[in-house]
């Protein structure tokens, strides 16, 4: 028998609609965790469990076998790419691109030795600031061409899965500090961690009708002197629309509609790969000097998306801010 939701009486309110919507879709593609499963399988049965159907799933040991698993210890790091200048993201307070005190606030991007980036994750604590490699431009294949051999450039079951290769391979190592705001991709993800671990919230993209947003005028972080940090505004960026709560500590009094969100909460250790399907809401937290790489494919622009932008504009249109 169909439920009920999948068939829904003519709602005099939007808001009804939404949440009827919301929970038919959520019938089909959420469960209340992410699955774990310890055999990848085919490429066919990649694309047909999980990318179809749009649902995120841990490949337990996926990349187990990697050299980088063993290998990409501090000692190697320096010895391997020590000299070589890579660009670091730096933040006062951890969160880079994201809300602060009425801006959308991208970090201070600085050129460092590796080096010194290993000497500021040994000890955090003589060094202002939160530093983050995180930069999101394919960076392990332009920055970091000496550990290409220990890794992969692409994951082949999901290449062969979505048949296309990576449109980016972006390599990520902080402090524990460092927190990604939530937020969503157009790309399918596959989300590697090599060594420590990754913490998840996810929010499917049905949720999109309880998950706010607001416009902010984009700046800058800058040290102007050791651990002082002022924000500069980017004019020629303009305006960011961006997500306005903080899953950990939501304002649920100024954003009452997030009760009818859906979170779902994983942990990715060193080994493991997370598909993170295309369009999913995910904010994101780390053990302190976690290594991770992530590989982008392209998403399919197909009839959910359009269902998904739908969505999206009739929630903005209601948006009450």
């Not at 020590?82 to 005190?101: E, H, I, L, M």
């Not at 606030?105 to 010194?116: C, G, I, N, V, Y």
């Not at 490699?133 to 999901?158: C, G, H, R, Y």
């Not at 949720?207 to 940090?229: H, I, L, Q, R, S």
Request: charge should be negative; proline fraction near 8%; charged fraction near 20%.
């Amino acid at each position: 028998m169909e439920s009920d939701v999948l068939n829904p009486e003519p709602c005099g309110k939007l808001e009804e609609c939404f949440l009827k919507l919301s929970l038919a879709a959520k019938e089909y593609q959420l469960s209340k965790e992410v699955s774990v499963v310890d055999d990848v399988g085919t490429p066919l049965e990649v694309y047909r469990d999980w990318v179809a159907p749009n649902r995120p799933v841990i490949f337990r040991g996926a990349v187990r076998d990697w050299p980088a698993i063993k290998k990409w210890t501090f000692d190697y790091l320096r010895e391997q790419i020590g000299s070589k200048s890579v660009s670091v993201a730096v933040t006062p307070n951890g969160y880079a691109d994201a809300p602060y005190n009425g801006y959308f606030a991208m970090p201070e991007e600085r050129s460092m030795k590796f080096s010194t980036f290993l000497d500021i994750m040994e000890d955090p604590k003589n060094y202002p600031g939160v530093f983050y490699v995180q930069k999101q431009n394919s960076n392990f294949t332009t920055e970091f061409t000496e550990l290409l051999a220990d890794a992969a450039p692409d994951i082949p079951w999901f290449t062969q899965a979505l048949g296309q290769p990576p449109d980016a391979v972006n390599f990520w190592m902080g402090d524990q500090r460092a927190v990604s705001s939530m937020h969503k991709d157009h790309y399918e993800n596959i989300y590697c961690v090599v060594s420590g671990y990754k913490d998840f919230i996810l929010h499917p993209p049905t949720d999109m009708p309880w998950v706010p947003y607001k416009c902010y005028p984009a700046a800058t972080f800058k040290e102007v002197t050791p651990g002082n940090f002022i924000i500069e505004e980017n004019t020629s960026i303009g305006t960011v629309p961006w997500i306005c709560i903080n899953p950990l500590k939501p304002d649920l009094k100024k954003y009452p509609q997030y009760k009818s969100a859906t979170a779902v909460h994983c942990r990715v250790h060193a080994g493991d790969a997370l598909y993170l399907p295309s369009l999913w809401f995910h904010h994101v937290q780390q053990s302190h000097a976690c290594i991770a790489l992530n590989y982008w494919y392209d998403m399919e622009f197909d009839i959910k998306y359009n269902y998904y932008k739908f969505v999206q504009n009739l929630s903005w249109i209601t948006e009450p801010e």
